[in-house]
C-alpha cells in the first residue's frame, strides 16, 4: 500500500538557519503530494501541494518539488523564524481509487520544528 | 466559508466510560475522515465517509468505536468503553472528491482516558 517516511525530529535550529525536511513516498501511479502544518493547540492546515511530476509548490517561503524519480518532496526554507516553530507533516493522496471507492490520504508520522531565537 | 469544527476540544474520561466526538464538515465536502494521533507518532487513519455510506473502517481498531454519520452532514465517533489506549488527538478532516484536493482539518479532540 501507499506510505510515507519523513525523516525523525526533532530539528532545533537557530533563527534564520536553512531548513530541510525530508520527505519520501511510495504509491503506485501518480499521487498528489502535500505538506500540512500543525502549530500548537491547533488542527492541520495545508501548507502546499504539488499535484504532478516537477512542480513546484510554494506558501509563507517554504518550498517543496515533487520529484518523481526519487520518490521525495523535500520541504526546504531558506531563512526560519521563531513563529514557524511546529509539527510538519507530509502526505499524499493517491490517483487511484481504493477499493472503497475514494482516494485514500496517507500521512507521514510528523516532524517537529524548532527554532529559537 | 466555515472550517471544519470539532466538539468538545478536550475530554478526560475515566476507563470504562463513554465518550462521544462530534465532527462538523464543510459544507458541501462529501468525504469525511477520522485519524488519531498519539503522541509522537504519525497520524492513524480511523475511517472514511463518503456522503453517509462508511466506504473504509479498516483502521478502527475494535468495537468499542462506533461513527456515525446520519443524512451526510455531522458525524459522531463513539468510544465505549474506553480503555487507557484510545488516548490521543481525534482529527476530523473534509474533503472534496478529487485527488488534488487537499483535507480541511478541524483542531481535533484531546481524549485522555484515565
Known amino acids: 500500500g501507499d506510505s510515507v517516511t519523513q525523516m525523525e525530529g526533532p530539528v532545533t535550529l537557530s533563527e534564520e538557519a536553512f531548513l530541510t525536511i525530508n520527505c519520501t513516498y511510495t504509491?503506485?501511479?501518480?499521487?498528489?503530494l502535500f505538506w500540512y502544518v500543525q502549530y500548537p493547540g491547533e488542527g492541520l492546515q495545508l501548507l502546499l501541494k504539488?499535484?504532478?511530476?516537477?512542480d513546484k509548490g510554494s506558501n509563507k517561503g517554504f518550498e517543496a518539488t515533487y520529484r518523481k524519480e526519487t520518490t521525495s518532496f523535500h520541504l526546504e526554507k531558506g531563512s526560519v523564524q521563531v513563529s514557524d516553530s511546529a509539527v510538519y507533516f507530509c502526505?499524499?493522496?493517491?490517483?487511484?481509487?481504493?477499493?472503497?471507492?475514494?482516494?485514500?490520504?496517507?500521512f507521514g508520522r510528523g516532524t517537529s520544528l524548532i527554532v529559537h531565537p | 466559508e466555515a472550517g471544519v469544527t470539532q466538539f468538545p476540544s478536550h475530554s478526560v474520561i475515566e476507563k470504562g466510560q463513554t465518550v462521544t466526538l462530534r465532527c462538523d464538515p464543510i459544507?458541501?465536502?462529501?468525504?469525511l475522515y477520522w485519524y488519531r494521533r498519539v503522541m509522537g507518532k504519525e497520524i492513524k487513519f480511523l475511517l472514511h465517509?463518503?456522503?453517509?455510506?462508511?466506504?473504509?473502517e479498516s483502521g478502527m481498531p475494535n468495537n468499542r468505536f462506533l461513527a456515525e454519520r446520519t443524512g451526510g452532514t455531522y458525524s459522531t465517533l463513539k468510544v465505549q468503553p474506553a480503555e487507557l489506549e484510545d488516548s490521543g488527538v481525534y482529527f476530523c478532516?473534509?474533503?472534496?472528491?478529487?485527488?488534488?484536493?487537499?483535507?480541511?482539518f478541524g483542531n481535533g479532540t484531546r481524549l485522555t482516558v484515565t
Open positions: 459544507s458541501g465536502h462529501d468525504n
Open positions: 504509491a503506485t501511479g501518480y499521487p498528489s
Open positions: 465517509f463518503v456522503k453517509e455510506s462508511k466506504q473504509d
Open positions: 478532516a473534509s474533503s472534496q472528491d478529487r485527488p488534488q484536493s487537499p483535507l480541511h
Open positions: 502526505a499524499l493522496r493517491s490517483s487511484s481509487r481504493a477499493s472503497g471507492g475514494s482516494y485514500i490520504p496517507t
Open positions: 504539488a499535484t504532478k511530476a516537477d
